[in-house]
């Protein structure tokens, strides 16, 4: 077992006229993410060679979109996480939706929100769909890689309890709460699984076949492969990852979404099921193409 580093989920923290002002690594993740992948996209665009016709946008487009990436990911992360997983909480005290410093944010939610923002921002700027999707899903994963890294830092979304060597102490009463254990409570570092499979491994693929194989000449094909990469890194950490607290109960100790048996699904498999059909159809259709 390991115990948890102490390290302070606060970058630095000042008080400024009796209000405490803090940079938290998790904010840190975010802001780093999207530079680097406003940097891969940038880059991307500057190389015609990567292309098989002109790159799909200019610099100053991919700035507006920008913000729109932003509030896509936002608005999506909230919405998604009350809709799929504790809708009957926020329906109660609905002003509970606003308070998203709270926590309470869903990957998939935001990724509807990135899905949804681009389609109209690139409607109205008349840019390829599809090649912007290529774009966007190559930038991504460094900065899954790093929110994920964050996740480990606040000692949130941890993993089930394990007796591997390198089960992780995380602190805290709802981390050590483990009736089937006895003693000091072990957990799987699940963040740091999602940051090397979805966020470095997926990172490395895409790279390579976006830079050194030329698949930006292929539209549709790199964001294929990010939706079965994430969707297959997702599916299989969520069978040691700790599920919501709201899917568990007395007869649901593993925390299944749906069941049917002895058999059962997570939330986070269940919604990464159509990511990976939909990420093998586009690089199948790439592939014809």
């Not at 803090?22 to 190389?47: C, D, P, Q």
């Not at 008349?126 to 480990?152: E, K, Y």
């Not at 390579?208 to 079965?228: D, N, S, T």
Request: charged share 10%; hydrophobic share 55%; proline share 7%.
């Amino acid at each position: 077992m390991i115990p948890f580093p102490d390290i302070s989920p606060n970058l630095f923290s000042v008080n400024l006229f009796g209000f405490d002002i803090a940079l938290r690594w998790y904010a840190l993740a975010y802001i780093a993410g999207i530079l680097i992948g406003w940097w891969i996209v940038l880059r991307a665009i500057r190389n015609p060679s990567l292309w098989s016709g002109q790159p799909p946008a200019t610099a100053e487009q991919v700035e507006r979109l920008l913000t729109w990436i932003v509030l896509g990911v936002i608005l999506g992360g909230r919405i998604g996480y009350v809709l799929f997983y504790d809708l009957p909480t926020y329906l109660a005290d609905p002003i509970q939706i606003l308070k998203v410093w709270e926590g309470g944010m869903s990957f998939h939610g935001g990724f509807a929100g990135v899905v949804i923002a681009s389609i109209l921002f690139c409607r109205r700027e008349r840019i390829p769909l599809l090649s912007m999707g290529d774009l966007l899903a190559v930038a991504t994963p460094t900065g899954l890689m790093l929110g994920r890294i964050a996740n480990f830092i606040n000692a949130e979304l941890w993993g089930r309890p394990t007796n591997l060597p390198w089960g992780v102490i995380f602190p805290g009463t709802a981390a050590q709460t483990c009736p089937e254990v006895v003693g000091i409570c072990a957990r799987h570092p699940s963040q740091l699984y999602q940051a090397a499979l979805e966020g470095l491994l997926l990172a490395l693929v895409l790279l390579w076949l976006a830079f050194r194989r030329g698949w930006f000449k292929r539209p549709g094909a790199l964001m294929g492969v990010f939706l079965v990469g994430y969707g297959i890194a997702r599916f299989v950490v969520e069978f040691v990852r700790q599920p919501d607290v709201q899917f568990v109960s007395p007869g649901n100790p593993i925390g299944w979404a749906v069941q049917a048996g002895d058999f059962g699904l997570t939330m986070g498999q269940l919604l990464s099921l159509p990511m990976i059909a939909a990420g093998v159809w586009f690089v199948l259709r790439a592939k014809a193409r």
